[in-house]
């Protein structure tokens, strides 16, 4: 059977109200030899409407929405930002979108791939790249593999890593897949890496290296960055930056120059795609020149004919994705660099600074800020001081009722009642203070209404639900 068998439906009379039921012009039996049939319908109730009901109806569910185009959207840890649509439109441009996965490896595509690993090179510090990871995690996955194969090679039995516990949760979760066992580091009152701890932890012999996010989830910086990469290369292991949140270093620092050996990025939130609900998003990995061996294949390489995709390359930890990964997401994150250019990159970094600081002075007059310094994108409030029992939650819903999405709560889990904040660069100073003056209205709530707080969100589309009820009984059906 050919697709063009597959599409004749026969439609039913549609000048009605009513549900109709088009039917499948195909044999049942025919179907079957190519669907399985527990995954065939009976019918398809397609209500039967109208163009302008369809749209009042799509129209009305985009309202019930709420996204970075429709306001601030402070969620720590995933720096929603502002995409400007110059990236969108370019990645959409059908030499872009049309292409067939297999067309993948035409010049201009491997032009493309090549140039923005260039850039991820410069932007830090690395010496080669990797796109193929679709996502941050994968890209830790990636490093890990690499880290792990690197020692075997070597013929050094290293299986432990130390991950610290203001990491970002996917940094343990992906050293366990990739085989280790995890050594985790208390930060000491400043959020940082206690050296001592490192250097004992280190002393061990068979820890192939540290994990490190910088900013960590305290949206701090560890100062002591060069001292911590210097005691794991002196004891012979590698050093792993989570660059997901590199938002806030853009153009002012790079992972290579703090001595690290191998960073993975999240183009999905620094490079300008829009992401959420798990994807898809793309985690390139960049490493220094000893490591390119291992990086996965296929790789690009500059010949006589011009660039050309190869298999070859020595220690390679082989394929781990389709292809040359989110494709559309890469088309973004170049169009985007190369637009802002430099300077612009720099001032991205720049402004994601200041307004995470500004918002942290201003909302920490009324918030309890327990690591209390200067931070880079992000910072961490909590409900501490909060009077009649309220509580993050109840914070983190009535914001919606003043039209804001909400901080990440109770993440990082070092921190009791958790609200972690991430405005970006892309918030005006007005926009900033709209939030901070909700902010100050829900804390004044809390002396004097806390049932509104308690039982907020009011005024959206969903009411507070049952989460601990709809996580243990979850009812998955349309
Ligand atoms: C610091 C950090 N590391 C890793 C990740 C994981 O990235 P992803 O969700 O793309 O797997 C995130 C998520 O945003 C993150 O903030």
Redesign the pocket.
């Known amino acids: 059977m050919d697709e063009k068998e597959l599409l004749i439906f026969q439609k039913g009379n549609n000048s009605t109200h009513t549900n109709f039921i088009p039917k499948l012009d195909i044999e049942i039996e025919k179907l079957e030899n190519i669907i399985p049939r527990n995954l065939l319908r009976d019918d398809i109730p397609i209500p039967d409407v109208s163009e302008v009901e369809i749209v009042r109806h799509y129209i009305k569910l985009s309202r019930m929405n709420y996204g970075v185009d429709s306001g601030i959207y402070p969620l720590g840890?995933?720096?929603m930002k502002y995409n400007p649509k110059i990236n969108e439109y370019v990645a959409r441009l059908a030499e872009f979108s049309q292409i067939h996965p297999l067309q993948e490896e035409n010049e201009g595509t491997l032009q493309l791939i090549n140039a923005i690993s260039v850039l991820l090179a410069e932007i830090t510090g690395m010496d080669g790249f990797t796109l193929q990871p679709a996502?941050?995690?994968?890209g830790?996955l990636v490093g890990l593999l690499i880290i792990k194969k690197y020692f075997e090679m070597k013929g050094v039995k290293k299986n432990k890593i130390i991950v610290p516990d203001s990491a970002?949760g996917?940094?343990p979760a992906s050293a366990k897949m990739a085989g280790f066992s995890i050594i985790e580091l208390q930060s000491n009152q400043n959020g940082e890496v206690p050296l001592d701890h490192l250097e004992f932890a280190m002393q061990q012999g068979d820890v192939a290296g540290i994990m490190l996010?910088n900013p960590n989830?305290l949206g701090v910086f560890d100062r002591e960055i060069l001292k911590i990469t210097k005691i794991v290369h002196k004891h012979g292991g590698l050093c792993y930056y989570?660059g997901?949140?590199l938002n806030p270093m853009l153009g002012i620092c790079r992972p290579r120059d703090m001595g690290f050996d191998i960073v993975h990025l999240?183009l999905?939130?620094t490079f300008s795609t829009p992401?959420g609900g798990g994807?898809p998003?793309s985690?390139p990995v960049g490493v220094i020149k000893e490591l390119i061996p291992f990086l996965p294949t296929p790789c690009i390489i500059t010949t006589d004919e011009g660039l050309v995709c190869t298999q070859d390359r020595d220690h390679s930890i082989g394929r781990i994705k389709a292809f040359w990964g989110n494709f559309g997401i890469i088309v973004r994150a170049y169009v985007y660099i190369l637009s802002l250019g430099a300077e612009g990159l720099k001032r991205v970094g720049q402004i994601a600074v200041l307004n995470a600081n500004y918002l942290r002075i201003q909302l920490q007059k009324k918030y309890y800020l327990p690591y209390d310094r200067i931070c880079k994108h992000e910072f961490v409030l909590t409900d501490k001081n909060l009077p009649n029992e309220v509580t993050t939650e109840d914070i983190a819903k009535r914001i919606l009722d003043y039209g804001y999405y909400a901080p990440t709560i109770y993440f990082p889990l070092i921190v009791n009642g958790a609200m972690m904040v991430e405005p970006t660069e892309t918030e005006s100073k007005k926009s900033l203070d709209n939030f901070i003056e909700a902010m100050y209205k829900i804390y004044d709530e809390a002396f004097n209404e806390p049932d509104r707080l308690k039982s907020a969100p009011l005024n959206t589309p969903v009411g507070r639900l049952d989460a601990v009820n709809a996580a243990r009984n979850p009812i998955l059906k349309e």
């Open positions: 840890s995933c720096t996502a941050g995690a994968h830790e970002h996917t940094n996010t989830t989570d997901a949140n999240n999905h939130k992401h994807g998003g985690g």
